[in-house]
């Protein structure tokens, strides 16, 4: 397996970050690459969605992806197996990115040929919601273990996804989560995100995931 | 139900953080009360383990709960019925607790008469492990669907846990999680770490853990 890439990236300063995020998403939007900004606590799921969706989309697209992590590079190496383009972010102890970080992120991977470029956040939920990446969508994954009240203590975080994949649908029996109540308590910090079950183990609910990701991406063409 | 008390609590110094988490966990070892820092990612399990640790532990001590969020109370309403005292810290956004805010919210809750105090810090895998909170000793969580390579992708929470509780180990066979690669990985970023499966919803390797508690605290007496 080839090296994979890994870059240590420099926090930007705090106060420019929003005026460095938007225009990072205006350069994007002129140059017609979608830049998701996906996000979640440790555990979630994160990777194995980004694999799924990757193989669901990569026929149509050419997909770049920004494996985010304090360290080790153990994402980046399961997603260098779809044969999507992958770069290794360290965050240097930081538990989020800000627009200057992506924006370096981005120039080490190349956008020129890509249509869609997926930025694999720190998983947490609190720090990354509270910086703009620059990102076009904000798409969060809430996995069914973590329990359905988390809108409740997390709020910032469901407040500025666009979209809230449910993951690990396949366990919900096992497990005390209300699928209502979830929504519910989502809808009370932002009743316009989008919620979608899945289960990208098995594949479940995948295509009105790539669905949504599909019409995003044509709007930025 | 009474009102749960919650407490605004403000961030100190950074650079002085050493130093009064120092003076923190001098003057609770002179008044013989152990403070226990428990640490873990959103959703892990914290509050039922904390549930069942109080169960376990409250014939024999006097035990009172700081519950940390950023928004909501429903952690000190669900601790609040096990009869133990409980106040809600609210961090104002912020990802972590430092020795001023544990002492702060130590001074809310009130010392004299408790033999343990836990603090429940904010779900995060990354900002609470860089704060030193004054506490006696670390504990984390670590729930099974959130897999066995974490310890790779946040050694620096690994590397402060004092004990790794594995939590809901009732689901494992659901997972595609594998304990002794997970004791591996924790190994390697701690080789000190005491690690213990338990579910604490079954109650399952619930004495282990509660006779680690006790002897830790006899300690402080």
């Known amino acids: 397996m080839d090296q994979v890439r890994i870059i240590e990236i420099k926090e930007g300063v705090f106060e420019q970050n929003n005026q460095k995020a938007q225009e990072l998403r205006d350069s994007l939007k002129q140059e017609k690459v ?21 193989k669901g989309l990569q026929d149509e697209m050419k997909i770049g992806i920004m494996e985010a992590d304090i360290d080790s590079d153990v994402d980046a190496r399961t997603i260098q197996q779809t044969g999507a383009r992958v770069v290794q972010l360290h965050t240097g102890g930081m538990c989020h990115l800000d627009a200057e970080m992506t924006r370096q992120g981005i120039d080490a991977l190349g956008r020129e040929d890509l249509d869609l470029i997926v930025l694999e956040n720190v998983g947490n939920l609190v720090c990354p919601a509270e910086f703009d990446t620059g990102s076009t969508k904000n798409a969060m994954i809430l996995s069914v273990p973590e329990g359905d009240d988390k809108p409740l203590k997390y709020p910032l975080m469901f407040a500025v996804a666009d979209v809230v994949l449910v993951n690990k649908m396949d366990v919900a029996e096992h497990f005390d989560f209300d699928l209502e109540r979830f929504k519910d308590n989502v809808r009370l910090r932002n009743p316009e995100a989008i ?26 063409q």
């Open 34 to 54: 979608f830049l998701l900004n996906l996000m979640s606590a440790p555990g979630s799921g994160k990777t194995t969605t980004l694999v799924q969706t990757i």
């Open 195 to 220: 919620i979608l079950p899945i289960s990208a183990r098995t594949g479940e609910g995948m295509e009105p995931w790539l669905d949504w990701l599909r019409q995003q991406i044509e709007r930025q």
